[in-house]
């Protein structure tokens, strides 16, 4: 069983474009959560979508945005990057929502220049 | 106050000791507890969960969870090179969000 895919691996974007990251989850799994991690931090938390509606919300601008689509997968979209969005983007599903631990893809890095 | 705080800087441990993690975290209301282990590079990934008071054992890892103190520790027996990484605590706040802590590295001596 296929765990959760991102997609890209690696990406290079200038300052001030846009990009869309993907992600499928688990099959089954109804929950998807967004998170940024930097360097020496532990990922912080972006968006939480379940049964396609945004369940959550964290402290960041509006040139983040996402959303799942009828098949659960989802898309984060960054608008007039920044050279502060070079991170690594982590996809988190999970069956339910608030329940169980989440099972994390193997990220985007993404990188402003 | 941070919603999840590991505040001990990189730990290193001879191979074959025990390595002791802490974590505290600040929504009471808080139900389920997680340890996630990062290798460098990579993602995280969940090696223990806990959800009642007591402790846990998986193997070598032992999860202990204090709701009354808010305090989650992890204890890694036995401790290999491979158990070398960056250990996340987790933890699912009332808004059914997954916070994390920043992470405490982990370096198991030969």
């Known amino acids: 069983d296929a765990g959760v895919t991102q997609s890209p691996t690696h990406l290079i974007k200038t300052r001030g474009q846009q990009v869309t990251l993907r992600c499928s989850p688990i099959?089954?799994?109804?929950?998807v959560s967004w998170y940024q991690q930097v360097l020496g931090q532990g990922p912080q938390f972006i968006f939480q979508?379940?049964?396609?509606?945004?369940?959550g919300r964290g402290n960041f601008p509006d040139r983040f945005s996402a959303r799942q689509f009828p098949n659960y997968s989802s898309e984060l979209n960054v608008n007039a990057l920044l050279l502060g969005d070079s991170a690594l983007y982590l996809c988190?599903?999970?069956?339910?929502?608030?329940?169980?631990?989440?099972?994390f893809g193997s990220g985007t890095r993404l990188t402003v220049v | 106050q941070k919603e999840v705080e590991q505040n001990s800087g990189p730990l290193s441990v001879p191979e074959g000791a025990i390595a002791s993690l802490n974590c505290t975290y600040s929504?009471?209301?808080?139900?389920?507890f997680f340890w996630y282990r990062q290798y460098s590079g990579k993602s995280p990934e969940l090696i223990m969960s806990?959800?009642?008071?007591g402790d846990k054992e998986d193997g070598r890892f032992t999860a202990q969870l204090n709701k009354a103190s808010q305090y989650v520790s992890l204890l890694i027996r036995d401790s290999q090179p491979s158990d070398s990484a960056t250990y996340l605590c987790?933890?699912?706040?009332?808004?059914?969000?997954?916070?994390f802590g920043k992470g405490n590295q982990v370096v198991v001596i030969p």
């Open positions: 099959s089954g799994h109804k929950s």
């Open positions: 806990i959800y009642s008071n």
């Open positions: 929504d009471r209301v808080s139900q389920s």
């Open positions: 988190a599903s999970s069956p339910e929502w608030g329940e169980s631990g989440y099972t």
């Open positions: 987790a933890v699912i706040q009332g808004n059914n969000r997954l916070a």
């Open positions: 979508y379940y049964e396609k509606e945004e369940r």
